[in-house]
């Protein structure tokens, strides 16, 4: 912990004085306020020790309304691990026993029943395959129909799979809102499933499930366990392996005839996974009939919903992110919504109806437009 | 009671007092304040933070400072290096982010209006989608603000073909500080009448809060051609410099490290390790027309010396030209630095760093300091000298490096006035530079007083700034 803080700090003292991720950081986008950018947050974390704020419910508050660092790091101009410092700064705050009650509660409950929404264990694994799917928690409980539609999408493409980590949360939560031992916990639990099952890789449903996986591998956190031999190539995105096998002609899709104004919208944590926005961009157009509008905040600018752990530490907060995606996608012209991640469709269709939009899921639409003969 | 009214304005979401908020509105880029927050001892607070979403609420909050008399503080991105958003004598600290919206895109005439509070980046990806770009491309960018690009005078990368931020303005609309709400005409160039319009340029939020901004934009050009050349003696370089711009070669920049920033900046950013002085050319817009300037601005700078270096460390400075400023490679603490920065004509503009170097260096020699200067932001008649002090080891004892580093500003401005240079050419005035404004004006001085007065009759417009 120790080692954490300390290096959490020397960044923090970096983006105390830098602002260049201002431009892109969610929160202080939306709500203006100096103290909800990254600068800010990161002259309060560094002001505590100097005797200049003290913790309290406030400043607390404000270390717990940042998205989780995604977008500034990806934007970062020198490289700093802003989104490790936070958390870390985060966990100190836990560790104190200064975290507010929803944050405690989210502690709990990711602890009790691997995710925050159910009162449910996940579901184990049965069954043996080379490769496995995680299915996770955001597809089982907030946007069900995507693992039915997967499953067939997979299958079109000749691959029977397991599935694993069902109900299960990726570990991002528990991550970002400052619970570091729980989140290697929840992670090693799929990495261990996926052992059990024999598979050697695992199918990501959304770019966040896939930068909780890859990205921890990458360093985050806690080293991979030496029980998990997964190897760099093993995590697999969904729209990846389609978009792939699209390109080589191994599946194919009929256009729907629906001309509604229609806009793909990046899911939280794109910007995280480079030149993903193309990738997918492939798959969509293969099913729709017109041209996409575009969304003034998207690909490498891609903003997220409310979808992160900021909806239990800050829920009116994670709703202005998501009003400010579907106001974006309003002023695009758009009426149809498309993605693929189960969380960004479950915040994105809380409030759609309310912009004139409707919201579907990339996966289903594929699986209805999946061409039988190729 | 205050409190109260400005919420009745704003609404209650958009006013803070918080903790929190306060103190991350205590200090733009100033040293000084920031210097007191790193030693942990508190600058000036604001009382009151406000967001207003529209010019009419400006309008209203400005009458109830005018009541109650509290100094009001526009707040763009905060990223000033010269404390003029510094909340000095506390206030209101009007925080204008808000009013964020591009109001339209003229393809036509090439214009972008767009409301005073959007952020620099963000403005510049929208015109990009429509292939167009505004020339301001200030390091600052991803934090600045349109009206804080304004309202200090401020240049960009390319300003030397471009100009500065206020030469692509064609309009803007002001609140003065009494509530009036004003538009200028639609174009600045004409003669119909006194032109007030550029009064509200560089006089930094203390004559009134800019709005609203029509901006000259350009196409994105077709070709950007970099190319770097290395030069022993640093007059012969300028001299290059000079040859460039004279000559009307037009080119977006001329960037021009002195020896010692050579050895160190250029060294510790792009990994070259050379002697001399670097300088970084670029022309652009149609291929042809930029491939012949660059020839024969190359022609220029290998007559005087100059070394072509050929386009990679041009092109690879471009790629890197912000990260100059940017963590770990800018200004840090402890450092005690300052950016004394000036412009002259041609024919002072070496007398003027030499005389500015030996008067830093020399002077505060016990205390090691680094002297360290590029010439950045060119024009017909002259250049601007962009030079930084930085003591590594400054005194541990607050007041007394106060002390220091208002000796060390005082002897560089004596040095910049008494060789024709003007005390700042982009970063502005503020607090930092407002005790010499009367030394810079002369008897000039009182009329700006004059005007100051009768337009903020109650001097609660960003007090301390500027001089005022
Ligand atoms: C890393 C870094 C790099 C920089 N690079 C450059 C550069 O390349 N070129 C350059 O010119 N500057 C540069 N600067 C200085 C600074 O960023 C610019 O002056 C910038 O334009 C200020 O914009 P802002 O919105 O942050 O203004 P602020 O710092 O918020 O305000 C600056 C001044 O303008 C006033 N003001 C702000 N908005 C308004 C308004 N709407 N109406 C009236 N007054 C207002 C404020 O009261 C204050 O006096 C740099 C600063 C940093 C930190």
Known sequence: MKQMIDNAIATLENCRFCLMCRHVAPVGMVTNQEALTPHGMALLVTSQPR??????????????????????????????????????????????????TAVTQLHAHLQQWQNPYQPQLPQPATGVAQVALFAGDEAAYLWPDTLPAV????????????????????????????????????????????????????????????????????????????????????????????????????????????????????????????????????????????????????????????????????????????RARL??????????LLCEDPATLHHLNRYAGEYGLRVQGLYELLAERVSSEQ | MIRSELEEVVGEEYISTRESDRLVYATDWFWLPQMWLDRGAQPTLPDFIVHPGTAVEIAEILKIANTYRIPVVPWGGGSGSQGGAAPVFGGIMLDVKRLNRILEIDETSLTVTAEAGINGSVLEWALNEKGLTLPHYAASANCATLGGYLAPRGSGTISTK????????????????????????????????????????????????????????????????????????????????RQLMTRRLSPFVIRLYDPASTATQVKKVLGYEMDGAYMVMGFDGDPDIAALQEQKSLEICLGLGGQDLGREPGEKWWDHRYHFYYPP???????MYGTTETVTT???????????????????????????????????????????????????????????????????????????????????????????????????????????????????????????
């Open chain 1, 51 to 100: 005797g200049l704020v003290a913790w309290n419910a406030e400043t607390v508050g404000i270390v717990f309304s940042e998205v989780d660092g995604g977008n500034s790091r990806a934007h970062c101009a020198t490289d700093q691990p802003f989104e490790e410092a936070m958390a870390a700064a985060r966990a100190e705050l836990v560790a104190q026993g200064l975290a507010s």
């Open chain 1, 151 to 322: 499953l067939k999408l997979l299958s079109a493409v000749g691959m029977e799979v397991v599935g694993v980590g069902h109900g299960r949360n990726n570990g991002l939560f528990a991550h970002s809102a400052g619970f570091p031992d729980l989140a290697a916990q929840l992670w090693q639990a799929t990495l261990d499933e996926l052992a059990s099952v024999g598979a050697k890789q695992l199918l990501l449903l959304s770019a966040g499930d896939y930068y909780a996986f890859n990205g921890r591998r990458g360093g985050f956190s806690r080293p991979v366990s030496a029980s998990a031999r997964v190897s760099p190539a093993d995590f697999i995105e969904v729209t990846d392996l389609l978009a792939e096998r699209l390109a080589a002609g191994e599946i194919a899709f009929r256009k729907t005839e629906d001309e509604t104004p229609w806009a793909y919208v990046d899911p939280t944590h794109a910007v995280r996974v480079p030149e993903r926005h193309e990738r997918v961009r492939g798959l969509v157009t293969a099913v729709m009939p017109t041209p996409p509008r575009e969304l003034f905040w998207r690909k490498d600018r891609a903003q997220p919903v409310g979808s992160t752990y900021i909806q239990f530490s800050n829920p009116p907060l994670a709703e202005r992110l998501t």
């Open chain 1, 327 to 336: 106001q974006d996608a309003r002023d695009s012209g758009a009426q149809l």
């Open chain 2, 162 to 241: 471009y100009g500065k931020a206020e030469d692509m303005v064609l309009r803007m609309e002001i609140v003065l500080p009494t509530g009036e709400i004003i538009r200028t005409p639609h174009v600045p160039d004409h003669a119909g009448g006194p032109d007030y319009f550029h009064l509200f340029l560089g006089s930094e939020g203390t004559f009134g809060v800019i709005t609203e901004a029509t901006m000259q934009v350009d196409y994105l050009p077709e070709a950007r051609l970099l190319r770097a050349v290395l030069f022993q003696n640093l007059g012969h370089a300028l001299e290059a410099g």
């Open chain 2, 329 to 335: 490679n800018g200004l840090h603490f402890p450092w």
């Open chain 2, 346 to 468: 041609f024919d002072k503009l070496e007398k003027l760093y030499w005389a500015q170097k030996r008067a830093v260096e020399e002077t505060y020699a016990d205390w090691n300091v680094n002297y360290i200067g590029h010439f950045s932001h060119w024009f017909h008649w002259g250049a601007s000298l962009y030079s930084r002090f930085i003591i590594p080891e400054p005194p541990q004892e607050a007041e007394e490096a106060i002390r220091l580093h208002n000796r060390i500003w005082d002897t560089a401005i004596t040095a910049v006035l008494a060789n024709g240079g003007i005390i700042n050419e982009h970063h502005g005035v503020g607090l930092k530079l407002s005790r010499f404004m009367r030394r810079q004006y002369g008897p000039a001085w009182p009329m700006l007083e004059r005007i100051k007065k009768s337009l903020d009759p109650n001097g609660i417009m960003n007090p301390g700034k500027v001089g005022f």
